[in-house]
């Protein structure tokens, strides 16, 4: 689970599955290959070496799958494709792309558009920013948020097709596709027979059944909105998906404003509020996009929305004047704090 900071939490779950030793014949087996973007990494437990690479290596394959489909920088993927061919009708999709767009448009719906994956626009510019160091062009955002809008991505459910209605829409899943192959990595590996497993994504972790002789899986929280510090404080999870979204490491400083790589669709400019955000779900896909929407909503009607859809808790912490503020669902799990590490957020 990524706290603001994919390599800092990654270690963490690592760290904090280890000391769980099993008593029978299973074997704790670690393995990490980069896709999507980040350091993806699969921690099993397994009858034997054998085993456990097979399983790894046909979950690491269906995240390049993935990938394949759903990468916005990939000009060949089906996601570029269909973007291709936006303003000229509805196009076929495959299964995995249509699923993942349904869910986000109902997402965007739920959220009333602090959710949207036609923000690919304006997406595009912020990138450009972040290299320059400058700000968006006024007149090219403005051209940009023209183009966003989930109500013009038309969903056809029994042809399977994607109708992009105007010219020149792109759509971006960077807040939803790896929630998706967390879920999907996690269920190739349990049609192999292995149910114990963690499949951790940058800031998303889909887990299955607890370590052999134990309550669950430890997943560390490092310090909130603190960069680089190792973490202290940790949740016992089984079968669930647990998400991190905050600007620790994805971020801009342009005339001394800080900006995070989370962009409000609706006003097209990145987020200036200091926050993190830590969603528990079912699934990686809901956890994944979730908190994205409380991000941008705030810690107040953030929250409130969150705790209208069932089976979700909600953790968020925002930074003003240096002060720290924590809040979260009387439902969220319990954070446990390491003995070795002093209290904090």
């Not at 779950?13 to 980069?34: D, G, H, M, N, W």
């Not at 602090?114 to 923000?119: L, M």
């Not at 807040?175 to 349990?190: C, F, M, P, T």
Request: net charge positive.
């Amino acid at each position: 689970m990524e706290l603001l900071g994919m390599n800092v939490t990654l270690l963490a779950v690592i760290a904090l599955a280890i000391p769980f030793q099993s008593k029978s014949e299973l074997t704790l087996y670690r393995f990490s290959q980069p896709h999507m973007g980040t350091n993806c990494q699969i921690i099993l437990y397994s009858m034997n070496k054998e085993e456990a690479s097979r399983g790894a290596n046909a979950a690491f394959l269906r995240m390049k799958q993935l990938d394949g489909i759903m990468s916005d920088y990939n000009q060949e993927s089906e996601l570029r494709q269909l973007c291709a061919r936006s303003g000229t009708g509805p196009v076929s999709v495959g299964e995995d792309l249509f699923k993942v767009l349904t869910r986000a448009k109902e997402v965007s719906e739920l959220s009333n558009g602090a959710f949207d994956v036609t923000i690919g626009p304006v997406v595009k510019l912020w990138r450009r920013a972040r290299k320059s160091i400058q700000m968006p062009d006024k007149d090219e955002l403005e051209a940009a948020l023209k183009l966003v809008g989930y109500q013009s991505m038309v969903l056809d459910p029994l042809k399977k097709t994607v109708w992009l209605k105007k010219a020149g829409m792109m759509l971006d899943l960077g807040g939803i596709a790896k929630g998706y192959a967390a879920d999907e990595s996690l269920n190739v590996l349990r049609k192999m027979g292995i149910s114990s497993a963690l499949v951790a994504m940058g800031g998303d972790v889909a887990l299955g059944d607890p370590p052999p002789n134990a309550k669950g899986w430890k997943v560390g929280i490092a310090p909130v909105l603190e960069e680089g510090d190792a973490a202290s404080r940790y949740m016992v999870l089984a079968n669930c998906a647990v998400s991190t979204s905050g600007d620790t490491e994805q971020y801009v400083e342009i005339g001394g404003k800080r900006y995070s790589h989370l962009v409000n669709p609706k006003t097209g400019i990145g987020l200036t509020e200091r926050i993190s955000v830590s969603i528990v779900a079912p699934h990686g896909i809901d956890s994944d996009s979730l908190t994205k929407v409380v991000s941008i909503l705030g810690m107040a009607k953030g929250m409130e929305l969150a705790a209208k859809v069932p089976g979700i808790s909600c953790r968020v912490v925002t930074r003003k004047n240096d002060l720290l503020e924590v809040k979260k669902s009387e439902n969220f799990p319990t954070v446990h704090e390491n003995p070795k590490q002093g209290k904090g957020n």
